[in-house]
């Protein structure tokens, strides 16, 4: 049985976020709340890490945080300083003083300095982020309008299609808008190499938690990677604008471990050779019947051929 159960020790998201959470308390009195692997209401930070990537961007992210309160804190104090330093009262008599050479140095190289030293890590990042040297296994991913194909290459060319539940069909606890029929599933501690391209117009394929969010192009294929680290549900959705029924198309993956991960290939692979995916049928998904005519006539020609088909 796959567990969706989440996982994460409260611990270790409590420390990757301390510096941001200490900064934001700082100002404005909040602490960081809600955390899950879906997005929660009023929620004001990251979902929580599941990947080592988001927790280098929320490291990152919360190193940025600091910088920032300093330098707003710097500007706030000086900007104090000279209101009531300078005021009228005190300084009737205006200093005639047009250029000071020490200083204009100095507030040029500062930021420059400051700047230099926040690309550095970033450029790092963005590097460690962009793909795996070391990948365990490979899936592609399709965008269509709208819901998502998923396909394993590495196993045989296994694939199906990922729809959302429709409000009516919710079951008790299932998340609304969130839910789809066949999740994405893979194992943890295992790194994922993702191929991302889409079969009409653009989309982009986001997950939070792990932190990736790659766009689905037609005719190209994108790369980037994960590796979830505990076993649960993580949750996201289409972030490019993709036409009417953008909103419907979410992505669920579940993590499970190894053997559960085999027992599941098993079972996929016979339920999706019984009933092999369609490629592309665009009114299946719910849709305004003017969007689906124009769907349509944009198809022909336009779907990816299928690993396994
Ligand atoms: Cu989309």
Not at 82 to 90: I, K, L, Y
Not at 252 to 281: H, I, N, Y
């Amino acid at each position: 049985m796959l567990r969706l159960t989440r996982s994460i020790p409260p611990g270790r998201v409590a420390r990757a976020s301390l510096a941001g959470a200490l900064a934001l308390a700082a100002v404005f009195g909040l602490m960081a709340l809600g955390w899950a692997a879906e997005p929660q209401p009023w929620q004001m930070n990251f979902q929580p890490p599941a990947t080592p990537v988001m927790e280098r961007l929320v490291n990152f992210h919360d190193w940025l945080l600091v910088i920032t309160f300093l330098i707003t804190i710097f500007v706030l104090g000086l900007l104090g300083y000279v209101m009531v330093r300078f005021h009228h009262t005190r300084h009737p008599l205006p200093t005639r003083t047009s250029h000071h050479p020490v200083i204009e140095i100095l507030w040029t190289v500062v930021p420059v300095l400051i700047l230099v030293l926040i690309a550095i890590p970033s450029f790092k990042l963005t590097y460690y982020m962009d793909r795996t040297p070391n990948a365990d296994m490979t899936i592609k991913v399709t965008a269509h309008q709208w819901y998502w194909s998923y396909e394993y290459p590495d196993q045989g060319g296994l694939g199906f299609d990922s729809n959302l539940i429709q409000d009516k069909d919710l079951k008790p606890g299932q998340k609304r808008l969130l839910e789809v029929d066949n999740p994405l599933v893979v194992p943890v501690d295992t790194n994922v190499r993702v191929q991302i391209t889409g079969s009409d117009v653009i989309h982009s394929w986001f997950v939070p938690s792990f932190g990736v969010q790659e766009y689905a192009i037609i005719g190209r294929l994108n790369e980037s990677w994960f590796r979830v680290e505990h076993e649960g549900a993580y949750y996201g959705e289409c972030n490019q604008i993709c036409g009417v029924n953008h909103a419907f198309m979410p992505i669920k993956v579940v993590a499970v471990s190894k053997p559960d991960f085999q027992k599941w290939l098993g079972d996929a692979k016979k339920k999706f050779a019984a009933a092999p995916p369609a490629e592309s049928t665009p009114a299946r998904n719910q849709m305004a019947p003017g969007a689906a005519v124009a769907a349509a006539a944009a198809q022909p020609g336009s779907g990816e051929p299928r690993a396994g088909n």
